[in-house]
């Protein structure tokens, strides 16, 4: 499983942050500082968590190559 991020659509809120400090990183100005990143096994409920949090949807978990990612589906 991995988080993809659109670092243009974060706003700073750190709910992701607040949610799961260890998997979700913030830059000097509280924006998530990466693109993307590999969820460890064991901390994938966490990250589904951690990507629910955002408001603005800028963190999207992708559980296979090619899958659509299920949090954004509406």
Not at 7 to 22: D, E, I, Q, S
Not at 32 to 38: C, Q
Not at 53 to 71: Q, S, W
Request: charge should be negative.
């Amino acid at each position: 499983m991995k988080i993809a991020v659109n670092r243009n659509l974060c706003c700073g809120h750190a709910r992701c942050y607040a949610t799961a400090p260890t998997l979700f990183h913030l830059d000097d100005d509280g924006y998530i500082d990466t693109a993307g990143f590999d969820v460890q096994l064991g901390d994938e409920a966490l990250a589904r968590k951690g990507a629910r949090a955002c408001p603005e949807r800028a963190i999207r978990v992708v559980d296979e190559p090619g899958d659509p990612p299920k949090e954004n589906l509406r």
